[in-house]
C-alpha cells in the first residue's frame, strides 16, 4: 500500500535535534484490534458513556462499571503493539527532547518500548480506592468478584479518567510544556473532540511547531495541521521513518 509522501520539512525535522511531542488516541491502538471510541463499530455506538464512564455512574451502578473496564482489561491484555507503536518508540530512542502524550489507557505504548509517556486519561492498570485515592498497580488477567475492593472495604475504581473529571495536572502540565517547546507534533488516531486533551496540539501549533495528523479520516484537528498524511497509522507511521532514516535504520 502507498500513502501520501511525507513533505521534505517533515523529514528534515525528524533527522534533526528539535523537540518532538507525539499526542495519540485510541486509532493508533485499532491495528492491535481495540476498538475505537467514536464512528462506525466504536465502543460508544453500542454504549452510552454517560452510563459507563461517569463518576455519577460508577456511585449508581459499580458493577456495571467494572464488567466493562474489566472487559477492556482483557481485550487489551490479548492485544500486542503493532507497528505504529513500535514506530514511535525508535522515534523516541533517536530523538533528544521529545514526549508522548496519549490519551489511551490500554498500556500498548510501554509495552512497544515507550518510555517517556504521560496518560492522560489515566490506566487501566491501576486502581484507584475509592474512599482515600490511593493507587496501586494491578496487571492481574482475573480481578476476582467484580467490584473489587480495597483492603479497608471500599470500592476499587479503575486510575481512568472519567468524563466530568480534571485530567491529572502533572501530566497535562508536561504536555502542556512539550507542546510550547516542540518543533514537530505528530497527531496520530485521535478524533480530536475531547478536550482538553486536543488543545495541545493547538497549544503547539500556536507556538510554531509543524503539526502533522496522521489518521485516515479528517478531523476539527486537520484545520491546524501543517500536513496531513492519509492512512491507517501502522502503515504511515513505518513509512515515514524510512524515508527519513532507511529501511536499515528506521526500526532501531
Ligand atoms: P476516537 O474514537 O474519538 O477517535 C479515533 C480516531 O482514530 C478517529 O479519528 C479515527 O478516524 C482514527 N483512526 C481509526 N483507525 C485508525 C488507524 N488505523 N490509524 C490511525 N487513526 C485511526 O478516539 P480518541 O480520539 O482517542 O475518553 O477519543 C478521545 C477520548 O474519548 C478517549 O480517550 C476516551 C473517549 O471517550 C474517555 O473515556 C474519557
Known sequence: ??????????????RGDEPVLVLTGAGISAESGLATFRGPGGIWEGHEPGSLATPEAFARDP???????????ARALAARPNAAHEAIAAL??????????????DGLHARA??????ELHGTLWRLRCSADGSEREDLREDLGPLPPRCACGALLRP?????????????????IRAAERA?????????GLVHPAASIPVAAS????????INPESTPLSEIADER????????????LEAAFGAQEAHR
Open 229 to 240: 498524511l492519509a492512512g491507517p497509522a501502522a502503515g504511515v507511521l513505518p513509512a515515514v
Open 1 to 14: 500500500m502507498t500513502f501520501a509522501r511525507p513533505s521534505s520539512r517533515l523529514l528534515d525535522l525528524l
Open 159 to 175: 486510575a481512568v479518567v472519567w468524563f466530568g473529571e480534571a485530567l491529572p495536572a502533572e501530566a497535562f502540565g508536561s504536555a
Open 92 to 105: 523516541e530512542r533517536r530523538s533528544g527532547e521529545f514526549l508522548l502524550a496519549t490519551q489511551n489507557v
Open 113 to 118: 518500548g515507550s518510555r517517556r509517556v504521560v
Open 63 to 73: 458493577l456495571t462499571v467494572w464488567r466493562f473496564y474489566a472487559w477492556r482489561r
Open 183 to 191: 518543533r514537530l507534533v505528530l497527531v496520530i488516531g485521535t478524533s
Open 206 to 213: 500556536r507556538s510554531g511547531a509543524w503539526v502533522v495528523e
